[in-house]
C-alpha cells in the first residue's frame, strides 16, 4: 500500500479489531472502506468471528490481498460481542487498538487521524456520521451522537461509542478489558471504568466513521430493547459511583413521546421512529424487573 506525501515512516503501530457474527451482507463494505485507508506505519486487522453460521469468515478471506497483515480470529466460546473484543485485543499485536463495528464504514485517513491522536491520549473517540449509510426516513429517528464531541450517557459521565473507539492497550488491560457478562453498552461501561481509572476520553474531529443503523423497526426494536435493560445493568454498577436513578418527569416524557409518535407510523421511517422509543423503555421495564433494580 503507497503512503499518501502527507504519510511519514514513524507513525506507529495500529491494530484494528472488527468483531463480527452472521455479517456476510456489510463486512465486505466494512474491509473495503479499510482497505482504501492510506497509513504509512505497519497495522493489521484482526477480524473476530464470534461464532458466526454464515460466510463471514469467507468474505473476510476474499480482502486477505487488500488488507495489510489481515487475520481472522475465531471465539472459542461464542458470546456477547464484550467477549469478541477481548479475543480481539488478546488476538492482536499493536500498542494502538481501532475499534471497529463489521456493518460501518471509516472515512477516508481514519487510522492516521485515530494513530496521531492515541499518541497523544490514551482513548479516544472519532466523530460520527450518519447521513451517508442510511436514507433519510431513518436519520431523524433519534438524536444524532459524537458528531462534535464525547457525548454523557444515562445523566452520568461521556462515554466513547464502541462503533468509533480507539484505546492504547495498558489502560484497557489494567481494568481487566471489557466486562464479557454485559450483553450490551459494554462501550459506556468501558468508558466509565476507564474513567474512574484516570483515563478521560478525548475526541478526534477528523476522524469520521459512517455508522449504520438497523434496517428495520423490528431490527430496531430488539436493539434498542437490548440497550434499556443493559441500562439496568449500567445503574446496578455505578449507582455508587454516583449514577442517578431517572427521575419520574423524565420517564412520563419518554413514554408520552411513543404515544406522540404513533400518528407518525402513516409516515416513512415512523414505525423504525416508534421502535426506538418503545423498545428503550420496555427494555428498562424489562431490566428493572430481571435484575431487582428501580430503573424505569
Not at 449504520?212 to 439496568?232: I, K, L, M, N
Request: aromatic residues 8%; glycine residues 10%; proline residues 7%.
Amino acid at each position: 500500500m503507497t503512503p499518501g506525501p502527507e504519510l511519514t515512516a514513524s507513525l506507529p503501530p495500529i491494530s484494528v479489531v472488527i468483531c463480527c457474527r452472521n455479517s456476510a451482507s456489510t463486512l465486505a463494505d466494512t474491509l473495503d472502506a479499510v482497505a482504501r485507508q492510506e497509513y504509512g506505519g505497519w497495522w493489521e486487522v484482526v477480524v473476530v468471528d464470534n461464532g458466526s453460521t454464515d460466510d463471514t469468515a469467507a468474505v473476510a478471506r476474499r480482502f486477505e490481498s487488500r488488507v495489510p497483515n489481515l487475520r481472522i480470529a475465531p471465539v472459542p466460546n461464542p458470546g456477547h460481542q464484550a467477549r469478541a473484543l477481548n479475543v480481539g485485543i488478546r488476538e492482536s499485536k499493536s500498542d494502538i487498538l481501532v475499534l471497529l463495528d463489521s456493518d460501518d464504514e471509516v472515512g477516508p485517513d481514519y487510522l492516521l487521524h485515530m494513530a496521531k491522536a492515541l499518541e497523544r491520549h490514551d482513548f479516544v473517540g472519532a466523530a460520527m456520521d450518519v447521513t451517508r449509510l442510511n436514507p433519510p426516513e431513518l436519520v431523524g429517528r433519534r438524536g444524532q451522537i459524537q458528531v462534535d464531541g464525547i457525548d454523557s450517557f444515562c445523566g452520568y459521565l461521556p462515554a466513547v461509542v464502541g462503533a468509533a473507539m480507539g484505546v492504547r492497550r495498558e489502560p484497557i488491560e489494567r481494568i481487566g478489558g471489557f466486562d464479557e457478562n454485559l450483553p450490551t453498552q459494554h462501550d459506556l461501561d468501558i468508558s466509565w471504568r476507564l474513567a474512574a481509572a484516570g483515563v478521560e476520553p478525548a475526541f478526534v474531529p477528523d476522524a469520521t466513521l459512517h455508522y449504520r443503523y438497523r434496517p428495520s423497526a423490528r431490527a430496531t426494536f430488539r436493539q434498542e430493547f437490548g440497550y434499556g435493560d443493559g441500562e439496568v445493568v449500567l445503574f446496578r454498577t455505578f449507582r455508587a459511583a454516583g449514577m442517578r436513578r431517572r427521575t419520574v418527569p423524565r420517564v412520563l416524557v419518554s413514554w408520552a413521546r411513543i404515544v406522540l409518535a404513533l400518528p407518525g407510523l402513516r409516515h416513512p421511517g415512523g414505525d423504525v421512529r416508534l421502535a426506538t422509543m418503545l423498545g428503550i423503555n420496555l427494555g428498562r421495564l424489562r431490566g428493572s424487573l430481571r435484575y431487582r433494580t428501580f430503573y424505569p
